[in-house]
């Protein structure tokens, strides 16, 4: 049987890429569509701890949540961890309007994964992956900023890549097998 792990999140596509990760593993993720206060900081750290805090007067492990943020090397980080206000408000062709002048189009994706067990046990899981901004959005599957986005050493898209592919490289990608690696041990 296996062990179930709640992931709380309301972006039902995070939740896929994470079930794709633990597909062969002894865990089962279970989607829990649930709102939580998120609050409001330059650093993804503390929005993730704090959610986790939030959530655990519920009572529900173990759980796992996630924030992610898009850091723009030459728009100063932005939007950082404001990406889903920001591609809510702009989408991905305001993003690239508020670009079309910068030449240097070098970005960071990072991911923060929180895991808890109880109200005293958090982990915390941590992914990057550096890239580039496109001038064009380009691919099909994905979400966010993922049509926007090359990472290094590559020359498509996240949006243009398989779930495993993408997966393989992505910053939500490596904090959730980082997680998985330390469940498996």
Do not use: W
Request: glycine share 8%; aromatic share 12%.
């Amino acid at each position: 049987m296996k062990t179930k792990i709640f992931f709380v999140t309301t972006n039902h596509n995070k939740y896929l890429e994470a079930c794709s990760i633990f597909r062969n593993s002894d865990f089962l993720i279970i989607h829990k569509e649930d709102k939580y206060h998120e609050i409001q900081s330059n650093d993804l750290e503390p929005i993730v701890r704090y959610g986790l805090k939030t959530l655990s007067s519920k009572g529900i492990y173990p759980i796992m949540i996630e924030d992610s943020g898009l850091f723009i090397k030459n728009l100063n980080g932005f939007p950082g961890p404001y990406s889903s206000y920001i591609f809510n408000t702009l989408g991905n062709s305001g993003l690239l309007k508020l670009m079309k002048k910068i030449d240097d189009r070098q970005a960071v994706f990072k991911s923060v994964l929180g895991y808890s067990t109880s109200s005293s046990s958090i982990k915390i899981f941590e992914g990057c992956v550096s890239g580039k901004i496109t001038t064009r959005q380009v691919g099909k599957s994905g979400f966010g900023f993922d049509p926007i986005f090359i990472p290094d050493g590559y020359t498509e898209t996240f949006s243009q890549m398989n779930i495993e592919t993408k997966n393989s490289l992505s910053h939500r990608g490596k904090s959730i097998y980082l997680l998985k690696n330390c469940l498996e041990i």
